[in-house]
């Protein structure tokens, strides 16, 4: 069965760095892009980064470009968002999905960015 697992969140102060990942299981990680999404309190779930199944193509959305980069290790069945110069409007639960037949979703991972 598909599991997507993620972990890495935290509190961090702003301007810190996280590493969140995303363990996969079920599927043929290495044939499926992946992308990571996040939710705030009170506000919809929003794409955050693509990536191809290669690792060869990514796409980061335009809140997030130049501060995190998402990558994967094929031979880990993980993916990765490495997060930096956060901001307090990066607070939010961070989810990883994958599209087979359905979407799967992670149970995700909470990011909360405060002084």
């Not at 705030?40 to 995190?68: L, Q």
């Not at 990558?71 to 994958?98: F, G, H, I, W």
Request: proline share 3%; aromatic share 12%; with cysteine.
């Amino acid at each position: 069965q598909v599991q997507l697992v993620e972990s890495g969140g935290g509190l961090v102060q702003p301007g810190g760095s996280l590493r969140l990942s995303c363990a996969a299981s079920g599927f043929a990680f290495s044939s499926y892009s992946m992308r990571w999404y996040r939710q705030a309190p009170g506000k919809e779930r929003e794409f955050v980064a693509y990536i191809s199944p290669g690792g060869d193509a990514t796409n980061h959305a335009d809140s997030v470009k130049d501060r995190f980069l998402i990558s994967r290790d094929n031979t880990k069945n993980t993916m990765y968002l490495q997060m930096a110069s956060l901001k307090p409007e990066d607070t939010a639960v961070y989810y990883c999905t994958v599209k087979l037949r359905t979407d799967y979703w992670g149970q995700g991972t909470q990011v909360a960015v405060s002084s």
